[in-house]
């Protein structure tokens, strides 16, 4: 099946940073991503829904100049989260929709832990 | 409420144990995905369904769309089946539902 990447897979920062997270799709084309936020002991939260080419569609709740994302091509999404604080610390989580199939998929990545300090 | 409901919430079983986790949903969907989360975090895509049966090794998924239920079985179950199972489901277009997920022990 298709394989979606996150880099880094972990990541530890002091409060007050910004932290950079990459989704890729490896050997796919990705029109849309979407990035998942998941609590301890509870589900995946869609944060927000990336377009390439296009700003992304944030769910309510989500601040947008919190969580910046850009699609800047078909295979690469980026969350960076600016001015992170320790109740930022959360598994971020990203899937990938492919295109140009005749059935639309969504693959997951592997996530990425962050720990603000 | 919950459009995804899965069951058990919890579940401990003996190593070589046949076990199966469900999943029962309340909307019209498009597809219906099984994730497996390890204790880290990470997540890997185990199935996609709309339709049937997909078996892979010793895992087996199962989705009947009239009832709206789908299961996860585990054949000769391993200590490294040991994490937790979700069920999330797709809806026309993005939108996605996500179960709380099973947690599986399995002892040697």
């Known amino acids: 099946g298709a394989v979606v990447s996150q880099h880094p897979s972990w990541v530890i920062c002091k409060s007050g940073t910004s932290v950079k997270i990459e989704c890729r799709s490896l050997?796919?084309?990705?029109?849309?991503m979407f990035w998942y936020r998941q609590f301890p002991k509870q589900s995946l939260m869609l944060m927000a829904t990336?377009?390439?080419?296009?700003?992304?569609?944030?769910e309510q709740g989500v601040e947008k100049d919190k969580f910046l994302i850009n699609h800047a091509s078909l295979t690469l999404s980026t969350l960076t989260v600016t001015s992170a604080h320790p109740e930022d610390s959360s598994f971020y989580i990203c899937?990938?929709?492919?295109?140009?199939?005749?059935?639309?998929?969504?693959?997951f990545g592997p996530g990425t832990r962050l720990t603000v300090l | 409420k919950n459009e995804v409901e899965q069951s058990p919430q919890n579940l401990t079983a003996q190593e070589g144990e046949f076990i199966t986790i469900n999943c029962s949903y309340s909307v019209g969907i498009s597809a219906l995905h099984w994730l497996q989360q390890h204790p880290g975090g990470g997540i890997v895509s185990l199935f996609m369904l709309s339709s049937g049966k997909k078996k892979h090794g010793r895992l087996i998924a199962t989705i009947n769309i009239q009832e709206k239920h789908s299961s996860l079985h585990i054949t000769a179950s391993h200590p490294r089946d040991s994490a937790v199972y979700i069920c999330?489901?797709?809806?026309?277009?993005?939108?996605?539902?996500f179960g709380t997920g099973t947690s599986l022990t399995v002892i040697p």
């Open positions: 899937s990938a929709r492919v295109m140009g199939r005749a059935y639309n998929e969504q693959f």
């Open positions: 999330a489901v797709r809806l026309t277009g993005n939108q996605f539902y």
């Open positions: 050997d796919f084309q990705a029109t849309t």
């Open positions: 990336s377009n390439e080419g296009s700003k992304a569609t944030y």
